[in-house]
């Protein structure tokens, strides 16, 4: 399910998507639009899911790891990366591969097309150098 919308305002309501017992185990994604410049809605802003005396609550696929570090630099051209210890996603999922420049432009999203072990392989080959160390 794909909810596209400037801006999501309950007043009063509730919005489930899930329970903890139940959780929810489909795609759910939000596509928040608008700019900077973009009408303002009074208390929450131009973009985003505002709660007034509301109850919002999401229960999915429970993970173990939303995150990992890089085990190796990722040099640009380079469509499988090496993460440290292994991870519970799956082929098929979006990950955002983080900057490691000032420039945070440098945070490249990819989907997974393959996993074995700590090797990831991306759908398309990184723009930009991912740096490994501390």
């Given at each position: 399910m794909v909810i596209s919308t400037g801006l999501i305002t309950l007043t009063g309501g509730k919005f489930i998507a899930g329970t903890e017992d139940k959780p929810y185990q489909h795609k759910l994604t939000f596509v928040m639009y608008g700019g900077y410049y973009s009408a303002q809605q009074p208390m929450f802003g131009?973009?985003?899911?505002?709660?007034?005396?509301?109850?919002?609550?999401?229960?999915?696929?429970?993970?173990?790891?939303?995150?990992?570090?890089?085990?190796a630099t990722a040099?640009?051209?380079?469509?499988?990366?090496?993460?440290?210890?292994?991870?519970?996603w799956n082929v098929g999922e979006e990950i955002v591969i983080a900057s490691t420049d000032f420039d945070h432009y440098q945070a490249e999203q990819r989907t997974i097309t393959a996993i074995s072990g700590n090797s990831i392989t991306l759908n398309a080959s990184l723009v930009y150098m991912h740096y490994s160390g501390i």
């Amino acid at each position: 399910m794909v909810i596209s919308t400037g801006l999501i305002t309950l007043t009063g309501g509730k919005f489930i998507a899930g329970t903890e017992d139940k959780p929810y185990q489909h795609k759910l994604t939000f596509v928040m639009y608008g700019g900077y410049y973009s009408a303002q809605q009074p208390m929450f802003g131009n973009k985003g899911i505002g709660c007034l005396e509301c109850f919002i609550s999401m229960y999915g696929q429970v993970r173990e790891y939303t995150w990992t570090v890089l085990s190796a630099t990722a040099h640009a051209g380079d469509s499988v990366i090496k993460v440290k210890g292994n991870v519970d996603w799956n082929v098929g999922e979006e990950i955002v591969i983080a900057s490691t420049d000032f420039d945070h432009y440098q945070a490249e999203q990819r989907t997974i097309t393959a996993i074995s072990g700590n090797s990831i392989t991306l759908n398309a080959s990184l723009v930009y150098m991912h740096y490994s160390g501390i």
